[in-house]
């Protein structure tokens, strides 16, 4: 879908041909002299349809790609996506539509192979077939496009589940190279086997009569962790922690008094693990942990996880279990 090239662009190479960043927004600009610098948009996803109505003799239709996954983007499918689920797609669904920036009914099964083969990361990769899947079903029932969804003869990529058992001198050695913050974090993940994300969002309301209450931003499973003297012990440290603002909202936070965001808190962790000599460990870990420990004292660690099913729970503990065998017995001296 493009015509003549100009100069090679220097920079935002991921942009499309003849589409500029200028001052905040996007332009485009015309191949005829004298050039002309359209506005799109300072949004880059808007921008891209507005580029592909001028691309194309400025109409763009109801089934381009940009088009219709903008549409998607306000449908309830998205809209009822967790915030976390949101903040992974959105590199996708930045991505998308510079790959296909064309009518739907010209993306073939081979298509969306060669995107998926083609990008760094099969994790990322899959992320992207299951939007580009989901903007194909959105635009096929609402009558957008007459044509089977390429996606669904793709396969995604297998990908390993990590085996990764953090163990106990290890978790240790990283406790004492972490601030108050991070030690508090890794205890209350040990104890409850809670995601990182679900941790940095407990709020001083969530300290109950009868329990922590934790609510699991990626399942929306309702916990309640009963109090123990371990659990006291970890909450009470929390409360030590120094903090020159008063009325704190949540149980941890910065020093201004601001939840920590996932990314913040992940580069004072990753400062402790480095400190520690600790190697390819990541604090989902914990978490691997806590369930397996659960397993061998005879708790529910179905409950603890907040899976689904006890399968699903068993899949995740066997990952990282390790299993003790006795050697075989010989009848004759060695």
Request: net charge positive.
């Amino acid at each position: 879908m493009s015509g003549s090239m100009g100069r090679r662009r220097q920079s935002n190479l991921d942009l499309p041909p003849r589409m500029h960043l200028k001052s905040g927004a996007f332009y485009y600009v015309t191949t005829t002299l004298p050039r002309k610098w359209i506005r799109l948009d300072a949004d880059l996803t808007k921008a891209r349809i507005k580029w592909a109505q001028l691309e194309n003799g400025g109409s763009i239709g109801g089934s381009f790609f940009p088009a219709v996954l903008v549409q998607w983007l306000s449908s309830e499918q998205y809209t009822k996506l967790a915030p976390l689920t949101k903040r992974t797609y959105q590199t996708l669904i930045d991505l998308l539509p510079t790959v296909f920036d064309g009518p739907m009914e010209m993306i073939k099964p081979v298509h969306v192979a060669r995107f998926m083969d083609g990008h760094s990361s099969k994790s990322q990769a899959n992320i992207g077939r299951v939007i580009l899947s989901n903007v194909f079903d959105y635009a096929i029932r609402r009558g957008l496009i007459d044509c089977v969804n390429p996606c669904k003869s793709i396969k995604k990529h297998v990908i390993e589940g990590r085996t990764r058992h953090l163990k106990d001198d290890e978790f240790l050695l990283i406790r004492e190279k972490a601030n108050h913050s991070v030690r508090v974090a890794m205890d209350l993940a040990y104890l409850t086997g809670a995601r990182i994300t679900d941790v940095l969002k407990i709020k001083f309301s969530d300290l109950q009569d009868d329990g922590l209450y934790i609510e699991q931003h990626k399942t929306g499973k309702r916990q309640l962790f009963e109090w123990s003297k371990y659990l006291r012990e970890v909450i009470a440290r929390a409360k030590k922690i120094p903090r020159p603002v008063k009325n704190l909202t949540h149980l941890l936070c910065t020093r201004t008094g601001k939840a920590y965001c996932y990314s913040s808190f992940y580069q004072v962790w990753e400062i402790a693990v480095r400190n520690a000599k600790v190697e390819d460990v990541h604090f989902h870990d914990i978490r691997g942990n806590a369930a397996t420990e659960a397993k061998k004292q005879g708790q529910d660690y179905q409950a603890i996880l907040g899976h689904a099913s006890r399968a699903m729970s068993e899949k995740y503990i066997k990952a990282r279990e390790i299993e003790k065998i006795q050697t075989v017995k010989r009848s004759t001296k060695l």
